[in-house]
């Protein structure tokens, strides 16, 4: 089953502030994120599961990195299947420039 181009949402179960995604490429995406709406909130965002309006504007996109990664552990989740989620501006293109730091905590695919 392929989520590519597919429309998600996250919601903090803190803040709860939501994310709308996007699937860019094919690849699996996290159930949990760290909170994207607050930039100091530290709660996880549950996924919706795709169970969302598919004609929502996504803020955010999960993708395929090209090129190295210098993270281990995220380098690891990435040859797994693993996509990464970064925040993307109206017209779809990643904000400039990378917004946060490769990081992801060690055996964490929650990222
Ligand atoms: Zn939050």
Same mark, same amino acid.
């Given at each position: 089953?392929? @989520?590519?181009?597919?429309? =998600?949402? @996250?919601?903090?179960?803190?803040?709860?502030?939501?994310?709308?995604?996007?699937?860019?490429?094919?690849?699996?995406?996290?159930?949990?994120?760290?909170?994207?709406?607050?930039? +100091?909130?530290?709660?996880?965002?549950?996924?919706?599961? @795709?169970?969302?309006?598919?004609?929502?504007? #996504?803020?955010?996109?999960? @993708?395929?990195?090209?090129?190295?990664?210098? =993270?281990?552990?995220?380098? +690891?989740?990435?040859?797994?299947?693993?996509?990464?989620?970064?925040?993307?501006? =109206?017209?779809?293109?990643?904000?400039? #420039?990378?917004?946060?730091?490769? +990081?992801?905590?060690?055996?964490?695919?929650?990222?």
């Amino acid at each position: 089953m392929s @989520y590519k181009g597919k429309i =998600n949402q @996250y919601t903090c179960t803190v803040c709860g502030g939501v994310i709308t995604t996007i699937d860019r490429d094919e690849g699996t995406t996290a159930f949990f994120v760290s909170c994207y709406a607050t930039p +100091e909130c530290q709660g996880p965002m549950r996924s919706s599961m @795709y169970q969302v309006d598919q004609s929502l504007v #996504p803020d955010h996109e999960w @993708y395929k990195p090209t090129g190295k990664i210098q =993270n281990r552990a995220l380098r +690891e989740h990435v040859r797994m299947g693993g996509l990464l989620i970064r925040p993307i501006r =109206n017209d779809g293109k990643p904000k400039p #420039p990378e917004p946060r730091p490769a +990081e992801n905590p060690p055996g964490g695919i929650d990222r």
